[in-house]
């Protein structure tokens, strides 16, 4: 089989942005520790360290549970740790899937080679509080003081009340994968902020935070069909970044799906960047 390029499997090269500054190139070292900020927030139900990866099992539930993450490169053969990584799914009954960033091009030419399949490119998006980007977007909505944005917000720590219109806006009714939603969020350990946005007096739009070192993943973000087209899931979202800085995030990042043309041009006009992308590589039939 001949050499198979980033490009064809939806990776396009220096098109990354650093974290803080526009216009230098994100490195290898920053999108694997964005990685593990993102893996932190997203808590597997169990893991298991091998030479710089992470294996991740969350009983079959998301990719972002249910993946290797690399973190480090490699010390050992490739092809040995792959092999051990595919034994390890197969005797919990799932398929091996790997997520892969720009930083793991050698791995992931491996993969393709060995029959893998792209699956759910995505890509990552950060939002720099102080920039002047940013402060423009709340100048335009109007937005001198937190408190204009959180009227009709509820914040908390806890998802108690929470999961119940997050899970009854994402349609979900398997208790199975009830349950393992809210063993992610229980296994998550790093600040969890959940908010709430109310319109009429009842729940309207739902989002997450996880907060690490200044950096405040936001996932989970819908709004309920009824409410749709209101401007409640960018009220949302604003509410979740600038509580997110009072605990101490200057920077806002998120995962989303490159096909979801609604939800990014949201974030673009929030201010999100696209800084890498990534995509799973799944051993779909094996």
Avoid at 71 to 98: H, Q, W
Wanted: glycine share 8%; proline share 1%; net charge neutral.
């Amino acid at each position: 089989m001949g050499k198979i390029k980033s490009e064809e499997f939806g990776f396009k090269k220096h098109e990354t942005k650093s974290l803080k500054e526009k216009g230098e190139k994100m490195n290898i070292n920053e999108i694997r520790e964005m990685e593990k900020k993102a893996a932190n927030g997203w808590a597997a139900m169990e893991t298991l360290e091998y030479d710089g990866w992470e294996i991740r099992f969350g009983n079959g539930y998301t990719g972002r549970a249910n993946s290797v993450v690399i973190y480090e490169d490699s010390t050992k053969r490739m092809a040995d740790k792959v092999n051990y990584c595919e034994n390890l799914y197969a005797s919990k009954g799932i398929p091996c899937n790997f997520k892969v960033t720009e930083a793991d091009e050698e791995l992931s030419k491996y993969l393709l080679n060995k029959g893998y399949k792209v699956v759910t490119p995505s890509d990552v998006m950060i939002l720099d509080t102080e920039s002047g980007d940013f402060k423009k977007v709340l100048a335009d909505e109007g937005i001198n003081d937190n408190s204009q944005i959180f009227k009709d917000v509820i914040f908390s720590d806890s998802p108690t009340d929470w999961y119940e219109p997050y899970f009854e806006f994402e349609g979900f009714t398997d208790e199975k994968k009830i349950e393992a939603y809210k063993k992610f969020h229980e296994n998550t350990k790093v600040t969890k902020l959940y908010v709430r946005t109310l319109f009429e007096g009842k729940t309207a739009a739902v989002a997450s935070c996880a907060i690490e070192d200044g950096y405040s993943l936001l996932h989970n973000v819908i709004t309920d069909e009824k409410y749709r087209g209101l401007g409640l899931g960018r009220k949302t979202c604003l509410a979740a970044i600038l509580k997110s800085k009072e605990k101490g995030a200057r920077f806002s990042y998120l995962q989303v799906v490159k096909d979801n043309e609604i939800a990014i041009g949201l974030y673009k006009k929030l201010g999100f960047k696209k800084v890498y992308e990534y995509c799973y590589l799944k051993n779909i039939g094996h």
